[in-house]
């Protein structure tokens, strides 16, 4: 698989901006014990917030 550095570069501006907009809502707004007292689980609130990074990173990569 041959990467094109205009994908790379897309990808890698849409995960740093996605990034820092879940930071400041899950730090900022939601406070993240919060969700960690609503979900019960310190480990599935990480793997979701992972999750809710990778996913739309890899999606722009694969639709530029």
Known sequence: ???KK???KYSAIYLVCWFGL???LVDGILKFQTL???VGS???VEVA???L???PTIAVYTLT
């Open 22 to 24: 879940l930071v400041l």
């Open 1 to 3: 698989m041959k990467l």
């Open 53 to 55: 990074v990778i996913l």
């Open 42 to 44: 310190y480990a599935v």
């Open 36 to 38: 960690v007292d609503y």
């Open 6 to 8: 205009r994908k790379i």
């Open 49 to 51: 917030l992972l999750f």
